[in-house]
């Protein structure tokens, strides 16, 4: 399945919905970041289109996670293994953050998260 197929307007309407109410703003800790550079333009097809659709909403990615995955977490696309780390260590980077939440639909195997 592409991108095009996983869009959803009406969860990026209520995304944007929560941005705007509560001031938050997104970092993207999934896999989607690895197709973003660092200045958070995407860098292939189904990535531009995601950023277009996001664009279309006001929703700005204001940057990503560090990748800390293993070519054998990238063989066997286990990204949740190692997702909250991830995140863990860009709060541990970004001290000035001191209330977030995390939207997945992966176990993010992590009690702290």
Same mark, same amino acid.
């Given at each position: ?5 996983? #869009? ?5 309407? *209520? ?10 703003? #997104? ?16 860098? /292939?097809?189904? +990535?531009?289109?995601? =950023? *277009? $659709? ?5 929703? =700005? ?5 560090? /990748? @800390? ?13 190692? $997702? ?13 953050? +001191?209330?977030? #939440? #995390?939207?997945? /639909?992966?176990? @993010? ?5």
């Amino acid at each position: 399945m592409n991108s095009t197929e996983q #869009v959803d307007k009406v969860c990026l309407k *209520r995304l944007k919905s929560i941005l705007d109410t509560t001031g938050a703003i #997104v970092i993207m800790p999934s896999g989607w970041r690895l197709w973003f550079d660092e200045n958070m333009q995407p860098i /292939d097809g189904d +990535t531009q289109y995601l =950023h *277009r $659709k996001l664009q279309e909403f006001g929703i =700005h990615i204001e940057g990503k996670t560090p /990748d @800390l995955s293993t070519e054998e977490i990238r063989q066997k696309r286990i990204f949740s293994h190692v $997702k909250a780390k991830e995140i863990l260590a860009w709060l541990t980077i970004h001290t000035e953050v +001191t209330h977030y #939440v #995390v939207l997945d /639909d992966l176990n @993010l195997h992590n009690e702290e998260i």
